[in-house]
């Protein structure tokens, strides 16, 4: 039986494979502050697997889906201001959530831990992170030309209301299954921060998506590993050692 | 543009001629002419059926619709009329009305595409010329009408603003390798749109937006549409790269008979390239050869009184 903290490595490296991947089409969708609002709706659906016990992820993973549908439906089929709508909305949850979880798990859900995670919950999430990478790069050439220029996209028949959809998608199952390391309020750090950090440095797209991968995988496995060895929670480690890597970005601009 | 009548002579006509002599009379005629015109496709017009030589693609008078319309001269004035081949249009538009909200934005729009025309769209800012454009693409549903491509066409795009972020990493390349299904070679169609090699390489922001917007031709002619639809930028892109833009289009109409459908703010624009144009101005309110038009009467009804060709004239230059 190999060591729980080595399993948890490797199930780390995929889903910040997943998190690089997914982040660098949320920074070019200009996504990043969505993605952090939505984030916090995972935390009712957590509070319900706390407090009748289930599996935390698949309480997460519903109410985050709901959410994605919610500004979907906001975005397409209405005409109330997006942002205000869901800036309300998951205030709200976040609100809710925090009411819900027991005061003890409360510091947890929002920075994240990896002593609680239990073999089954890191095959999961395993499962699903190969899940979202296979997915994004199926859709890999209409997701860029949707982030980049949607009319064209348009004229190639790639119909904005479906990308954006699935870019939803893609979102919440990222947040769902990195939650349990890095937490509610922190998640969205760990798709941003690499994807920012990679387009300071990437002079071609390729590059742009590789480097935010290999830096989403530094950053994560970074948190778990200093949460290993020092009392940290592994979110605020993993984000501490990404903003490092960001700053470091910022002497290294492209050219 | 459309086809060429090749008429026979009176002569050729009587019809004591032998059917196989006319026929290679009349093949011989049109090999002829296709060696001087090449990139003109002849209809041949004759008064009796089953005439023509099925063999030479030609059609006789009887197949042609009646609502066939003659075009006037041309490009061939001093040799032969043409007329708009009335075999089926690549796009039929047909009292197309799009409404967004509560506003009514385009009406009674009508008209039809053929094969290596270049249709004008022109109007005054805000008239709804890039809706229809969208609309064609798909973009927003008809309250009204109908358009129809022809079954099998393909098309490109050709936006009025592209604008590229500036921190976006992606070189020209990665760009052009986005189009699915390419036709030509990367290397090929950076020569057909006079584009080195070079720039592959570059950044997308690194260009400017005359140089994007070659960089977008590329993009739309990569996978060899039978249609180009583009939307003239109105802003920020400098007089000689626009020119350039459509020596460009005139020069691909002519090697790969492409059929164009523009939407241009510049009637010098328009008299030298369209042969056919579509007013609008909400609703399509004229439509027809650019010489006829383009008349100081329906320009003043479409743009209002200002003298709005001077005007533009003079802009271009100044």
């Keep these: 039986m190999p060591d729980i903290f080595i399993l948890t490595l490797i199930s780390g490296i995929f889903v910040a494979t997943a998190s690089g991947l997914v982040g660098s089409f949320l920074i070019l969708r200009k996504m990043t502050l969505l993605s952090d609002a939505l984030s916090h709706v995972a935390l009712p659906g957590i509070a319900l697997g706390i407090v009748f016990s289930f599996n935390p992820l698949w309480g997460g993973l519903v109410a985050l889906f709901l959410g994605v549908v919610i500004i979907w439906l906001i975005e397409t089929k209405t005409t109330l201001a997006t942002e205000s709508v869901t800036g309300v909305l998951f205030v709200t949850a976040l609100a809710l959530g925090a009411l819900l979880i027991p005061e003890q798990d409360l510091l947890e859900a929002f920075f994240g831990s990896v002593e609680k995670i239990t073999l089954n919950q890191l095959l999961f999430q395993t499962i699903i992170a190969i899940g979202i990478i296979v997915l994004t790069l199926n859709f890999m050439k209409a997701l860029t030309l949707f982030s980049i220029a949607p009319d064209l996209g348009i004229s190639i028949k790639i119909s904005p209301a479906r990308m954006q959809l699935l870019i939803l998608f893609l979102i919440a199952l990222t947040i769902a299954i990195g939650i349990s390391f890095v937490g509610v309020l922190l998640i969205s750090a760990l798709s941003i921060i690499p994807a920012a950090t990679a387009r300071n440095i990437a002079h071609g797209f390729n590059a742009f998506v590789i480097a935010s991968i290999i830096l989403a995988i530094i950053t994560l496995t970074g948190g778990i590993i200093i949460n290993h060895f020092y009392e940290i929670n592994p979110g605020v480690a993993a984000v501490l050692v990404s903003s490092i890597l960001f700053g470091l970005s910022l002497f290294k601009s492209r050219g | ?93 047909d009292n197309l009305a799009v409404t967004i909200g509560t506003n009514h934005i385009l009406k009674n729009v009508s ?141 691909l109409q002519d090697t790969l008979g492409i059929s164009l459908v523009i939407i241009s703010h510049d009637l010098n624009v328009v008299y030298r390239y369209a042969n056919w144009v579509v007013c609008l101005n909400h609703a399509m309110t004229c439509h027809g050869e650019p010489r006829e038009v383009l008349s100081t009467q329906t320009l003043s009804e479409l743009y209002g009184d200002r003298a709005f060709f001077h005007h533009h004239h003079f802009d271009h230059h100044a």
């Design chain 2, 1 to 93: 543009m459309c086809g060429v009548i090749v008429g026979t002579h009176p002569l050729v006509s009587t019809p004591s001629l032998q059917p196989n002599a006319l026929q290679s009379l009349v093949r011989d005629c049109f090999l002829l002419y296709q060696e001087s015109f090449p990139r003109v496709h002849p209809i041949f017009i004759d008064s009796l059926p089953n005439r023509a030589p099925k063999s030479l693609g030609l059609r006789s008078t009887t197949e042609l619709p009646r609502q066939c319309s003659l075009f006037q001269q041309f490009k061939y004035n001093h040799l032969y009329s043409i007329v708009k081949m009335k075999s089926e249009p690549l796009l039929k538009v």
């Design chain 2, 111 to 251: 008209f039809e595409l053929h094969k290596e025309q270049v249709l004008a769209i022109i109007g005054p800012n805000g008239a709804g010329k890039s809706i229809l454009l969208k609309t064609l693409l798909g973009l927003f549903p008809l309250s009204h009408g109908s358009f129809t491509w022809a079954p099998g066409v393909t098309y490109g795009y050709l936006p009025q603003r592209f604008h590229i972020d500036h921190y976006l990493p992606m070189t020209v390349e990665e760009f052009l390798r986005l189009k699915p299904n390419p036709k030509y070679s990367l290397s090929a169609v950076l020569e057909l749109v006079e584009i080195e090699r070079s720039w592959l390489h570059k950044n997308l922001s690194q260009f400017s937006s005359g140089q994007l917007q070659k960089i977008l031709l590329a993009w739309a002619i990569i996978d060899q549409p039978q249609v180009l639809l583009f939307d003239e930028p109105t802003e920020n892109v400098d007089v000689v790269s626009q020119k350039s833009i459509y020596d460009f289009l005139h020069h």
